[in-house]
Each structure stands twice: as structure tokens, then as C-alpha cells.
């Protein structure tokens, strides 16, 4: 059984989608065994005391600064043995040293067609600049930010009278189907991290990821 570990900031809307993918088998021969918070009322870790799995809040304030937070934060996921770190919503930057730690078993999802957009408001970002579709990616996480290989997206359009949250709720469908997809892949070891890029299959993925609607 591969162990799944989720970190949180938020809602988890995402995690819940993980939740319910190892539920039913969707994510293969794998379960979420612990999820993190870096906020202790983020309601993402009242989904994961309902699904049976532990949820711990690890706050900054109870650490000298970010490096020594991160080390606990890391140490504690340890103990978990994860094969599979999946960032879901988790709305910290993380050091130098929590990624290399974790590099190559570490997905994160971003709400936008990256490269555009990394960082924060991409639903605005894309209205304001006039764009016709917007999307979500999944990629390895990196040090650079948001900047990781991408191993796949999805679109949306963008109709006329949309405001962000129209944009929001399109994106964050898309994302509660492939965030899960690409999870499995990498529980089955058909995808992996080498050399700077994702892998799929073998196959080194281009740089907007996985191409095909077949999957």
C-alpha cells in the first residue's frame, strides 16, 4: 500500500477529491495516511479527521524562523514514510532544504497555464489580460516557484461576462479530476522525476506536460 501525505492551507477541496480518489481505487493500491496544516482552523483538516486520517496544524509561530519550521514540518512527514507528497493548496514557500529533501516524490497543482501566471490571483491576472482560456497545472515541485516540470494541465475557457470566481469554480473542477490522475500515475510508477523533467511511461513529457485526452 503507498502512503499519500497532504499538505493543506485552506478549504481542501483538492485534498477532498484525494480523499475520495484512494477511497474508491481510483488512486491505485494507495491510502492518505497523514495531512498538514500550517493553519490550525483550516477546514481541511476537519475532511481529513472525517476520512479516519491524522491531521496535524504545525504552526509557524511556535518555531524561531522559517528554515527551523520547515525541518520539524519535514521530520514529522517523515515519520510518515510517504511515497507521495501532494501540495493542495498549501499556501507556504517552502526552503531550500524541505525540497531537496522531498525532490521527485513532491506534486503540487497551480491554478494556471504555467509558465503564465505563477504566484498568487491567476484568475484575475488572466481577465485582466484579455486571455480567451485559462487552466490548471500539476508539476513537480521545485525550488523555483510554481516553476517545476509540468506533467499535465487542463483548460477552461473564459467566457465574456466571467469574473474570477466563475473562472475559480471552471478551474477547480478540472483540477479535482487530473490532480488525482496524476497522482495514480505515480503511485504505479509509471511517472517519475529525473534530470529536471517529468517522465511518463519512459517518455519525457514536453514543457506543458502530457498531451493526449486518452488518459
Request: proline share 4%; charged share 25%.
Amino acid at each position: 500500500m503507498k502512503k499519500i501525505v497532504v499538505l493543506i492551507s485552506g478549504h481542501g477541496s483538492n485534498l477532498q477529491a484525494i480523499l475520495d480518489a484512494t477511497s474508491q481505487g481510483k488512486i491505485t493500491n494507495s491510502q492518505v495516511v497523514a495531512v498538514f496544516s500550517n493553519k490550525a482552523d483550516a477546514y481541511g483538516l476537519e475532511r481529513a479527521r472525517l476520512a479516519g486520517v491524522d491531521a496535524i496544524s504545525v504552526q509557524q509561530s511556535d518555531f524561531a524562523d522559517r528554515d527551523a519550521f520547515d525541518a520539524a514540518l519535514a521530520d514529522q512527514i517523515d515519520a510518515y514514510a510517504p511515497d507521495l507528497i501532494i501540495l493542495a493548496g498549501y499556501m507556504r514557500i517552502l526552503s531550500s532544504a524541505f525540497v531537496q529533501r522531498f525532490l521527485g516524490r513532491m506534486i503540487n497543482i497551480h491554478p494556471s497555464l504555467l509558465p503564465k501566471y505563477p504566484g498568487l490571483n491567476t484568475h484575475q491576472r488572466a481577465l485582466d489580460a484579455g486571455d480567451s482560456e485559462h487552466g490548471t497545472s500539476v508539476h513537480f515541485v521545485t525550488e523555483e516557484l510554481d516553476g517545476g516540470p509540468v506533467i499535465l494541465q487542463a483548460k477552461v475557457p473564459i467566457f465574456d461576462n466571467d469574473d474570477a470566481s466563475d473562472i475559480q469554480d471552471r478551474v477547480q473542477e478540472q483540477e479535482h479530476r487530473i490532480f488525482p490522475l496524476v497522482a495514480d500515475w505515480f503511485v504505479k510508477e509509471r511517472l517519475r522525476f529525473q534530470d529536471n523533467h517529468a517522465w511518463l511511461d519512459s517518455t519525457r513529457l514536453p514543457s506543458h506536460g502530457y498531451a493526449s485526452d486518452d488518459e
